[in-house]
Each structure stands twice: as C-alpha cells, then as structure tokens.
C-alpha cells in the first residue's frame, strides 16, 4: 500500500504545475483525496479537497480560482492543477486520503488515515 505526491518543480511566478497523487494497493476511487502543504515551522494546511464521491470539492480561499483538483479516470490518481503560482505557494506538498467528508469539507488535516509522500513546489523569480 503506498501513496505518493509527484510532480513538483521550481518555477517562477505566474507559472503552473501539475501533481499528481498516485495510489498503489487501494483503490483511490473510493476514498475522498485532500491535497495539503506545508513550510518550515508551520502547520499543515489542507488547500483542497475532492469528496468520496467526488460530488464536491473544497478549496482554501488562498488557492480558489488557481489550483483545480480532479481524479485520473481510472489511473488510480488524483491531480492538482496549480496555476498563476505565487511565492507563498512554495511549500512540500502532500496529498492523503481516508479523510471523513465532515473533514474533508473543513480541509482539515486532523484525523487523516493515510499521508502520501509529498513534493516540492518551489516558486522563485
């Protein structure tokens, strides 16, 4: 059973990237998928989040409009597209799943189930 985020790189503002969360030993289809990130001496924070059924996605205010997260029709994967990137959005990315609706919907990374590996986005003129 494994998860890994992959798909980052060093880009300068303005640019996109896209990650892709890959799942092997489960079916990634049947759980809701949170993509979150983190900084140095600062908490994880949830930026998005696609529901069990994927009849609903959550995203942080900060990211609305610029980052879009989809499943891979059946690649086992979920990714998120990052656009118009900032330098506040360089941070380790990380995506999890096993994650309640109720948390999911509050993009909270309290409680998650499974943590995937996570990739760096670096964002620098």
């Known amino acids: 059973v494994r998860l890994v985020a992959s798909g980052g790189d060093s880009v300068q503002p303005g640019g996109a990237l896209t990650l892709t969360c890959t799942a092997s030993g489960f079916a990634l289809d049947d759980y809701a998928v949170g993509w979150f990130r983190q900084t140095p001496g600062k908490e994880r924070e949830g930026i998005s989040c696609l529901s069990e059924n994927s009849d609903a996605t959550y995203y942080r205010d900060s990211v609305k409009g610029r980052f879009t997260t989809s499943r891979g029709n059946g690649k086992n994967t979920v990714s998120l597209h990052v656009n118009s990137l900032k330098p506040e959005d360089k941070a380790i990315y990380f995506c999890?799943?096993?994650?309640?609706?109720?948390?999911?919907?509050?993009?909270?990374?309290?409680?998650?189930?499974?943590w995937g590996q996570g990739t760096q986005v670096t964002v620098a003129s």
């Open positions: 999890a799943t096993h994650i309640s609706d109720y948390l999911c919907a509050q993009l909270s990374a309290g409680d998650v189930g499974r």
